[in-house]
């Protein structure tokens, strides 16, 4: 039996390779490997033996040789395959031992496109490949965690059993369908090519998903940066599949501001938002918007925890708290809650596209980056502006919400947050009675009639921002010059389905 045996990665090799000799396997292998091995003691054969060629091309090409593809790809049990190993003199090769150039990790670094295009393994594919095929008769490894798996099975059954051929072939084929996916979006830049290639590894096992009878797994992406893939958990228990989605809406939405900003999150809504002067009056302000509904939700800021904050978070019942950074004894304090998850987001969201699944395929869109196409001011009076501030500040927030969304704002506090109804009455009816005393109101959308605007002035609102474009604008306006209403039209909408 023969092992051709080339990794760039040499974690556990030696012992495999160890193994592999007692049993009487003769190990071929490739450049560096081949001195590694020979450093640890193991013997082995150098490639050009077998192929009676010396490596060329700086490397590029020294396994891409029939004496190394027809080893691997004959069927065993195959008499003209055998006979014409036979006829040219090729040993049949029956392990396959084989990780990749790094160009995961590379395409990251601060390297020439020239320079990363070098870490493009194309040979390592090549026999991971023809292996996983003839997996019936090649165990083929491209994990070195699943070499205590082979010498386990082995020790138990003398051989690797077909199940776990199978299993291991699989593994290549998803490696390698990911490392090409992660190529072709490299070189093709385009968020909407033909073929969508995504690449995704998995970062963590969910204990399940939004309910215990689903199963659940997070995947980080590898063709780009992104908060949700370098965060570090603090403190607390393992995230949950409702924990990470409820993590990433919230800081998106304080990311949105400058100033300190605070926001509570309850099933993937934001239930209260607020700036302010540091991180415990922005908090304290966030918790007057809705002191019933922050309870066992997330909370994030963007910026750092202090003593005095960490004080005030842990009076009430959280699952999650997300910031930037904290200080030591704030950490202090919050550790304290064995259970309270603290979580630290070392970069800003960057995604330029969103993915949903749909029953059968998925549908893509860019983010939803744009704030404010225009400010147009389409009533008599104009708003002052401490309003305008706030009728930003709402805006940030709506796109958050589920639509419908309506955010009712005072004094930058999202007093009155509705979403997610079939109808826009509704929901700022609901945002309105949540709000009471805010002095404006912010729409994701534009007013079909004009009963948002009477709905308002029954709630005293000084100004309201929408997207304006309905066929009825002039009814809304109309109605807004009626009861000394200012109303800004920002020609943008901000759906979240």
């Known amino acids: 039996m023969r092992a051709l045996v080339s990794t760039f990665y040499k974690e556990g090799i030696d012992r495999f390779c160890n193994f592999l000799y007692k049993k009487g396997v003769e190990i071929i292998s490739t450049g560096g490997t081949y001195k590694y091995l020979k450093e640890k003691g193991i013997p082995a054969i150098e490639v050009k033996k077998i192929t009676g060629f010396e490596e060329i091309l700086d490397g590029r090409v020294k396994t891409l040789h029939p ?34 150039y790094p160009f995961f990790e590379k395409i990251y670094e601060n390297l020439t496109f020239e320079e990363k295009m070098e870490f493009i393994d194309i040979g390592g594919p090549s026999m991971l490949r023809a292996a996983a095929k003839n ?48 190529i072709a979006n490299f070189l093709l830049e385009d968020l909407y090519p033909e073929y969508l290639s995504l690449s995704y590894k998995k970062a963590m096992d969910l204990r399940y998903g939004e309910n215990p009878h689903q199963r659940s ?37 304080v990311c949105e501001f400058e100033e300190p900003a605070c926001c509570a999150v309850k099933h993937n809504i934001p239930c209260g938002v607020a700036l302010g002067f540091d991180a415990q009056d922005a908090f304290l302000k966030t918790l007057e918007c809705d002191p019933v509904s922050i309870f066992g939700g997330i909370v994030a800021f963007n910026t750092k925890i202090d003593k005095k904050t960490a004080e005030k978070l842990v009076e009430i019942f959280l699952e999650v708290i997300v910031a930037p950074d904290f200080d030591k004894e704030a950490l202090e304090i919050l550790s304290s809650k064995k259970n309270l998850r603290v979580i630290k987001m070392k970069s800003k969201p960057s995604d330029k596209i969103e993915v949903v699944s749909v029953d059968g395929g998925i549908l893509v869109q860019s983010v939803d980056d744009k704030l404010i196409d225009e400010l147009e001011v389409v009533t008599e009076k104009s708003p002052t502006k401490e309003e305008i501030e706030d009728m930003i500040f709402g805006m940030k927030v709506v796109k958050y919400v589920k639509s419908n969304a309506i955010v009712v704002v005072n004094n930058k506090k999202a007093v009155g947050i509705a979403g997610g109804q079939v109808n826009r009455i509704w929901a700022a009816c609901q945002a309105l009675e949540r709000g009471k005393g805010g002095n404006v109101l912010v729409s994701d959308a534009f007013f079909p009639f004009d009963d948002v605007v009477k709905e308002a002035a029954k709630y005293n609102i000084k100004a309201i921002m929408q997207p304006g474009g309905a066929l009825r604008d002039k009814q809304s306006i109309d109605a807004c010059n009626k009861y000394g209403i200012s109303m800004v039209f920002t020609k943008i909408r901000h759906f979240k389905h």
Do not use: P, Q
């Open 67 to 100: 004496n190394i593809h027809a080893g691997i790809l004959a069927v065993r049990d195959n008499k003209n395959h055998m006979n014409s190993l036979k006829e040219k003199g090729i040993g049949t090769i029956d392990f396959v031992v084989v990780n990749l």
């Open 217 to 253: 797994a997070f995947y980080v992406k590898l063709d780009g940066n992104g908060s949700m893939k370098d965060f570090e958990k603090l403190n607390g228990k393992e995230l949950s599949y409702n924990n990470i989605k409820d993590i990433d809406i919230a800081w998106k939405l």
């Open 135 to 182: 997996f019936k008769d090649v165990v083929v490894l491209c994990d070195y965690r699943d070499y205590e798996l082979v010498i386990d099975e082995f020790e138990k059954f003398g051989d690797v059993r077909y199940e776990t051929r199978k299993y291991l072939a699989g593994k290549v084929f998803n490696l390698t369908s990911c490392y090409d996916a992660l």
